[in-house]
């Protein structure tokens, strides 16, 4: 009988531990925010330089929401599916604990009933990809309940590649210097065997 209970006791255990960690699937989340962003359409981003402004509202037409239980926001970029392809460190999972299309929060603020909004500075760190912007509401237990995603916006981000028009300058000028240089030495070279010989 112990054994029974301590066996009972382990997967009930486990079980708890499973749903504190677990955030859940996606598709249980339900879709009850428009989310609109400025510019729209198809936008070309540089990273580090340029904004957008992104706003969300509850969308009043979804019957049965229950925005009571909605306490916080993380509005977030995430990869289009042509930035995910052969690429599955991007990939989209059903599992939220595992999903990789939404990575780069853009901000995390609480709830609020009415129309809201954030401008946001394309950070350095995010890399050249095509993007579009998912906002998930949590609950007080900070788990997803809620979501709301832009339709038709294609934010298309131009990552910092490490090299700019000054290292270019400079890598020209010492590539130039050293040609220079050798081309010095090599007549210097060539004058000095000459009085050798003669």
């Given at each position: ?22 955030k ?72 939220l604990?595992?999903?990789?299309t ?61 090299r ?32 050798l010989?003669?």
């Amino acid at each position: 009988m112990g054994v029974r209970g301590l066996i009972i006791f382990a997967a009930v255990l486990c079980s708890l531990v499973a749903t504190c960690y677990s955030k859940g699937v996606f598709a249980d989340l339900r879709n009850t925010l428009t989310v609109s962003a400025s510019p729209s359409g198809r936008v070309d981003l540089r990273a580090g330089i340029d904004q957008i402004t992104v706003s969300w509202r509850l969308n009043r037409n979804i019957s049965n929401t229950d925005s009571a239980t909605y306490s916080k926001v993380d509005v977030k970029l995430c990869y289009h599916l042509e930035s995910q392809k052969d690429r599955p460190w991007r990939r989209t999972e059903e599992d939220l604990s595992r999903d990789k299309t939404c990575q780069f929060s853009m901000v995390k603020k609480d709830y609020n009933s009415s129309t809201d909004s954030v401008t946001y500075t394309v950070k350095k760190n995010i890399p050249t990809a095509h993007y579009f912007v998912r906002v998930y509401v949590r609950n007080a237990d900070n788990r997803e309940i809620a979501y709301g995603q832009t339709n038709g916006l294609d934010l298309n981000i131009k990552g910092i590649s490490g090299r700019s028009t000054s290292i270019d300058v400079a890598a020209s000028v010492f590539s130039g210097f050293s040609v220079l240089s050798l081309a010095f030495f090599f007549f210097l070279e060539k004058r000095k065997a000459k009085k050798l010989t003669s």
